[in-house]
């Protein structure tokens, strides 16, 4: 078998990478971070038949480099999320926000931004819960809008495949009606039931870079574990936008871990990591 050779990062093309990415996307990444890029970029100097960073960083600079920064930060952004992740966020949605929606919008559509949705389980979650609300509750036109800066993860989220155990659901029964096992060389997988995809609408969007190919006024807009990646300047920018594009009355969610408390808004805080644009 013949000796892979990993190329060797060195100090001066991780800070090159590092500033191209923050230019991009705002993603930070910190000196202790080398190590990690250097084993995922790895891989894509292989792709392109490249010996060194060095070569990378040249095709960087070319003017071919500005298609290469798409693949650059999929690789580099953190993707990780599952089904149901902070279920207070969805517990609230269920028992407050949309019960409160019905009563106060007698014909309104409800709209909800999944607006960093990863490989697809944030918005299939809300999804769920925003269909068994309404199968047992008042009819009412709904969707969602989900996105992300990267486009291979967007790939993945719109065909709604998963391994089984990776949809782990609070009721077996939500399995059942959501989802459909795969046979042959699938049967280790499910596949998100036709229904439901289709009230979910994927498209690419660097939340960096307004205005927002999404519907106004949003009812609910989830904005989880991806401001942790952001400096405080970007975060304020990122939130500005967001508030934008609520109705009055909507609500924002942040990941358990983000908190606005460095950033300067008017929204009302209702729990943790639950805003509400005053109506
Ligand atoms: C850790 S995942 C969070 C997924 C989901 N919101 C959750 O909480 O489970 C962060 C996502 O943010 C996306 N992301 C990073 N920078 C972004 C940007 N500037 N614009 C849009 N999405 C971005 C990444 O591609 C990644 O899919």
Redesign the pocket.
């Known amino acids: 078998m013949m000796p892979t050779t990993e190329a060797t990062l060195t100090k001066e093309c991780y800070d090159f990478i590092s500033a191209l990415v923050y230019e ?4 930070r990444l910190g000196p202790d971070k080398q190590p990690l890029i250097s084993g995922r970029l790895n891989k894509r100097l292989r792709e392109l038949k490249l010996s060194s960073y060095e070569q990378y960083c040249d095709l960087l600079r070319s003017p071919q480099g500005q298609a290469e920064l798409s693949p650059l ?2 690789l580099i ?6 089904f149901f ?2 279920i207070q966020h969805l517990d609230y949605l269920r028992d407050h926000i949309v019960p409160e929606f019905v009563a106060s919008h007698p014909r309104e559509p409800f709209r909800v931004w ?6 697809g ?2 918005p299939y979650t809300i999804a769920i819960v925003l269909a068994e609300y309404f199968l047992k509750h008042s009819e009412r036109p709904w969707g969602i809008e989900a ?4 486009t291979r ?1 967007l790939a993945h989220a719109k065909e709604g495949i998963y391994r089984k155990d990776r949809v782990n659901m609070p009721e077996t029964m939500l399995l059942h009606r959501y989802f459909q096992q795969g046979i042959g060389d699938y049967a280790d997988y499910y596949r998100v039931k036709d229904s439901l995809r289709s009230m979910v609408k994927f498209h690419h ?5 307004s205005p927002y190919p999404v519907a106004q006024n949003q009812h609910v807009i ?5 401001m ?3 400096d405080q300047k970007t975060q304020q920018e990122l939130v500005n936008k967001l508030v934008q594009q609520l109705a009055p009355g909507g609500y924002l969610m942040v ?1 358990h871990s983000e908190s606005l408390l460095s950033v300067k808004h008017n929204l009302k805080s209702v729990r943790p990591a639950i805003y509400r644009r005053v109506p």
């Open positions: 991009h996307s705002r993603i930060v999929d952004s953190t993707n990780h999320t599952h992740r902070e999944s607006a960093a949705c990863s490989s389980e944030e996105t992300d800066i990267s993860i969007l660097n939340l960096l870079h989830f904005c989880r574990n991806v942790i990646y952001f990941g």
